[in-house]
């Protein structure tokens, strides 16, 4: 009984010492990022004709607008900077309407730090419709988003007749399911001293039936 | 007897776990990142002798330290990219380590006119909201091709800069196709990509026209490490697809850490097509993965000059101009060998890359591999010698 109870104790440590670190190379940090939108700040658009052959049937339009981070971790967060941090789409009530993202990005691999607590920022998409000469959104929905390794907010766009109904999302502060390993060294040492409690006792009832 | 053994493993065991707290911290993040974004130590060796590995691993520094080759004032690089600042400017052709010869920075005003600019003290140049991106690409052919000239093309990056080119613009290609010959224009290099597929008919006829004038075009095949270059459902494959450019990738020229293996294809760089026909394909890998670049251009009152700091980077944004700055030595080694300044055809250079490169087959995700420097350099002089 103790002997197995001894080989249960060593192999349960074993496991958590050789699979826990592994687990945690491989999971890491959850990144604790949420986005939103805050406030659409400006609508504008342009009949771009530098390219005499591509925007000459475009009309592009430029969304700038006040972004949010929350990060609820109480230590910065280092992420992969998107190329494109503000995006958008659109479903149009034109169905031969369609919208092309200005994406444009660099080769370089760029880093963004988040501290403990809201972000503000100001960022700017701009996207292409296939029509000339828009003076206005098309009519349609449109769902506008800041990229971001964690959960995206969306904030929405309903055009119709040229009339903008925005409906802007609210952080949910609620606190996230942090992953949390601090469980595991008590886990063991708990494992390890058990055993030798075991031992140690089973050495005393030996030593007492001896002098008994 | 047996307590004491059992002790003894408890405190064997206790150990453990305090070399696995250790393991706790080390997250993939910071596996991932290396010493991207550290200072590099000791840069009048490691940039100025380059003596870094990034550089030792294509010979870089036997051509250019060891043997003093400096580019003639007949190679002339086109950098088309976000933006150059006056102080940035300055930097690149004082920086103590290395630095190149600004010619002219081009841009599109916002009236839409072109405006060519000579000088860094122009105030143009004080408006100028995006860059740094442009700044680090030409500090990595500051270090390789010393003393080459640099025509710089200004975009205005995704509108926040009051002037500069759109991205897709056919004024550009107009532009550097008059003017190649007067300004000896042999290479363009081009790090950044776009979503768009701006490619017309006329565009298309400039690239035909230059690469017939023999210039080589350059791009960076990008950063998302997968098939065309997708980043959330959008292929971010212009220009780097298209025939008439050469797309190039990240070598990694060390085992850095986590998902890094010398030799093989850096984690970010990504790959096209796995035939050859139609050139829609990687064509080489250089260093990309941790190879200095410079960052936060300043004035150095102690030494009287403008520079920067020289900062581990990655990307093919860094092996673009990598490759760029090798072609630069390839075309002086010609020079010197046929003893004039006569360049070679675009088809001798491509032969020169190929009989350099690490590969002999093409590989969908390598290309031909990494282009060595030192062999390149020396075939070119000797075919400058053969074509005497």
Not at chain 2, 70 to 89: A, K, M, Q
Not at chain 2, 144 to 149: G, I, K, P, S
Not at chain 2, 352 to 371: E, H, N, T, W
Request: some cysteine; aromatic content about 12%.
């Amino acid at each position: 009984m103790y002997k197995l109870l001894k080989s249960y104790f060593i192999i349960i440590g074993i496991i958590t010492l050789i699979i826990v670190p592994s687990m945690v190379a491989v999971i890491g940090e959850e990144p604790f990022l949420t986005s939103r939108i805050s406030e659409i700040t400006e609508i504008t658009n342009s009949l771009d004709s530098d390219n005499p052959d591509y925007f000459a049937n475009y009309t592009k339009f430029r969304i700038t607008a006040e972004a949010e981070i929350l990060n609820q971790a109480d230590k910065n967060q280092t992420i992969i900077a998107p190329d494109l941090k503000l995006w958008i789409n659109a479903s149009f009530v034109n169905h031969s309407l369609k919208l092309e993202l200005d994406a444009m990005g660099v080769g370089m691999i760029y880093y963004e730090t988040f501290s403990p607590g809201i972000t503000v920022e100001t960022l700017a998409v701009s996207a292409f419709v296939n029509q000339t000469g828009l003076t206005q959104l098309p009519d349609g929905n449109y769902t506008l988003w800041r990229r971001i390794e964690g959960e995206e907010l969306l904030t929405t766009i309903s055009v119709t007749s040229g009339i903008l109904n925005i409906t802007y999302s609210s952080f949910d502060f609620q606190p996230t399911d942090e992953v949390n390993l601090s469980f595991v060294p008590p886990l063991v040492f708990i494992s390890l001293f058990s055993h030798a409690i075991v031992v140690h006792l089973r050495r005393k009832a030996r030593i007492t039936k001896r002098n008994l | 007897m047996k307590l004491k053994k059992i002790i003894a493993l408890l405190i064997i065991m206790i150990i453990e776990l305090s070399a696995i707290s250790g393991v706790y911290i080390i997250l993939p993040k910071e596996l991932m990142l290396g010493q991207i974004g550290s200072a590099v130590p000791n840069p009048s060796v490691n940039v100025g002798d380059l003596q870094d590995k990034a550089y030792t691993y294509t010979g870089a520094d036997i051509v250019v330290h060891d043997y003093e080759i400096h580019i003639d004032d007949y190679v002339t690089i086109v950098v088309i990219d976000d933006g150059l600042t006056s102080t940035e400017w300055k930097a690149l052709e004082q920086n103590p380590e290395a630095n190149v010869d600004i010619v002219g920075f081009l841009t599109e005003t916002s009236s839409g006119s072109i405006k060519y600019i000579t000088s860094p003290n122009d105030d143009y140049l004080d408006d100028q909201i995006v860059h740094e991106h442009g700044f680090a690409v030409i500090s990595m052919i500051a270090a390789v091709a010393r003393d080459v000239e640099v025509i710089f093309v200004d975009l205005d990056y995704l509108g926040f800069d009051p002037y500069g080119f759109e991205y897709g613009e056919y004024k550009i290609w107009d532009w550097i196709n008059t003017n190649q010959a007067a300004k000896d224009i042999d290479i363009i290099s081009w790090s950044m990509h776009h979503y768009v597929d701006f490619k017309t008919s006329s565009i298309l006829q400039k690239w035909t026209s230059l690469k017939n004038k023999g210039v080589i075009m350059l791009t960076g095949a990008g950063k998302y490490g997968n098939y065309l270059n997708v980043d959330r459902g959008i292929s971010y494959k212009y220009q780097s697809y298209y025939t008439d450019w050469y797309a190039i990738g990240s070598i990694d020229h060390e085992t850095r850490s986590y998902g890094s293996t010398k030799n093989q294809r850096s984690w970010f760089s990504p790959w096209y097509e796995s035939y050859t026909t139609g050139n829609h394909i990687i064509n080489w890998l250089e260093p990309g993965n941790g190879v200095p670049a410079l960052v936060d251009a300043y004035y150095d009152s102690s030494q009287s000059c403008y520079r920067g700091t020289w900062k581990y980077s990655e990307g093919t944004s860094i092996s673009t101009p990598y490759l760029a700055a090798i072609i630069s030595l390839i075309i002086t080694g010609y020079h010197a060998g046929i003893g004039s300044s006569t360049d070679p055809s675009l088809q001798k250079v491509i032969d020169i890359l190929q009989y350099a490169s690490s590969r002999s087959s093409f590989d969908q995700k390598m290309g031909y591999g990494y282009v060595d420097a030192y062999m390149a350099y020396g075939r070119a002089y000797t075919e400058g010698r053969l074509a005497r």
